[in-house]
């Protein structure tokens, strides 16, 4: 019996020997089976997970909405009045065009009076106008106000100093003038969607106003040296992107001259990516001027010589003419580059309606009013529908086409690719 056992311990024994031999052979064989794929595949898997991936840099693009001179003559002045509470209020004028600011990144617009907060206010030839424009202007939605024009010193010094007060109250930035030298050298920076902007402005001169000896730091004056002296500034305080205002040009022309044209050239080769012209009181071409370096190679930025006035009492030819002017910039992601993509505009028509009118002034969008006619609806008389399709190519015949430099770049992707 003893025997008997353990000649079958030992059988056991051998059996459980043979099966875990069998096992590991089995084992080998499936491991070996593997395809070589498989194995790598598994390899760079598990080496992956301690490999960071760099991922790439989104680009940021943001949109500047620009405008021309604000120009409160007499009868906007009156116009804006209300004589039972002694207050007043230009909203009534942007009540068609308020949705044009809703998606910009900024809006600019250049402030050709002064704001002394002292009666009486008065139009042309010596501007001072209700302090309460300002705070109309930033419910538009405007950011900053240029202020260096021919009108800036038509108060004098106290002019400018309460003009820039008015300002801040309103929550509206400004370039242009000064209250102080530290003011004078102090750059106004905008983060653009983390596009670090610099945002200068100059004019040809004052009307003959005299700049208070001892106060030159009040105004900018259009100066070759000066200019670059700012642009350098700006630069070396980090700038990506700079936009400058120029107060410039001849009245009532429609068309640039030499020196606007050379000044835009000067702007550019020095790293201005934005031109916003004002004072002609007209619009003037908008483009993508090219300029050439001393080294051969070139430069480019957007120009617009001339936005017209925003909103004024004017009446000779041209000057109700006006356009809303979006840019969009763009800031490489991978380079740090800026580019203008799109420089595109909304033609508008600053509208009489007669001396009698409760509401004299408003401000017309000739392209909601063309389409809105031209789908049926009634809001809007075939006489204003008349007016907006004249205006609008009148607008158009000045300004020139939109741009759209992204059309080009994805022409020039799409040959690229159908050559390769």
């Known amino acids: 019996m003893g025997k008997h ?8 024994k051998i059996l459980i020997l043979l099966l875990f031999i069998v096992i590991i052979l089995l084992g080998v064989k499936v491991f070996n089976g593997k395809s070589i794929k498989q194995l790598k595949d598994a390899d760079f898997e598990n080496n992956s997970n ?28 009156k116009d804006a009045y209300n004589s039972s509470t002694d207050e ?51 419910e538009l939605g405007f950011d900053i106000m240029t202020t260096a024009n021919n009108h800036a010193l038509d108060r004098g010094y106290s002019g400018i100093v309460s003009t820039l007060d008015y300002l801040d109250q309103a929550g509206l930035a400004h370039t242009g003038t000064a209250r102080s030298q530290e003011e004078q050298d102090t750059i106004l920076f905008k983060d653009l969607n983390g596009i670090k902007t610099a945002f200068l402005c100059f004019t040809y001169g004052t009307n003959g106003n005299a700049i208070p000896s001892g ?36 009245e009532y022309q429609t068309k640039q001259n030499s020196e606007q044209e050379d000044l835009a050239e000067f702007l550019i080769k020095n790293d201005v990516n934005v031109v916003l012209g ?20 070139k430069k480019e930025g957007l120009v617009i010589y001339s936005m017209g006035n925003f909103f004024s009492a004017q009446v000779y030819p041209n000057t109700r003419d006006t356009i809303i002017l979006n840019v ?18 909304t033609p508008v028509y600053d509208f009489d309606n007669g001396s009698s009118a409760k509401d004299r002034y408003t401000l017309l969008d000739l392209d909601e009013i063309i389409s809105s006619y031209q789908s049926g609806e009634d809001k809007w008389s075939k006489s204003k ?7 609008k190519k009148r607008i158009e015949n000045i300004v020139g086409p939109e741009i759209d430099n992204t059309k080009e770049n994805n022409e020039i992707s799409e040959e690229t690719n159908t050559s390769n």
């Open 278 to 297: 004002c004072h002609p009181h007209v619009l003037e071409p908008l483009e993508m001027k090219e300029a050439t370096m001393d080294d051969g190679t």
């Open 215 to 250: 106060k030159e730091y009040c105004i900018n004056l259009i100066d070759k040296d000066s200019i670059k002296q700012k642009i350098d500034k700006a630069k070396d305080e980090g700038a990506e992107a700079i936009v400058v205002s120029m107060h410039w040009g001849i």
């Open 5 to 12: 056992q353990k000649k079958n311990n030992s059988s056991v």
């Open 50 to 77: 301690n490999i960071e991936v760099e991922e790439k840099k989104e680009d940021s693009v943001a949109t500047i909405v620009a405008c021309g001179d604000t120009l409160c003559h007499s009868p906007v002045n």
């Open 385 to 391: 529908y008349d007016l907006a399709v004249t205006e």
């Open 328 to 345: 969009q910039i763009r800031k490489s992601g991978e380079t740090g580059k800026i580019s203008i993509d799109k420089a595109t505009y």
């Open 88 to 138: 007043y209020d230009f909203s009534t004028i942007f009540k068609y065009i308020t949705d044009k600011f809703e998606n910009k990144t900024v809006a600019v617009g250049n402030l050709e009076t002064t704001l002394t907060g002292k009666k009486p206010y008065s139009g042309y030839p010596m501007f001072n106008s209700p302090e309460h424009l300002a705070i109309d202007l930033k």
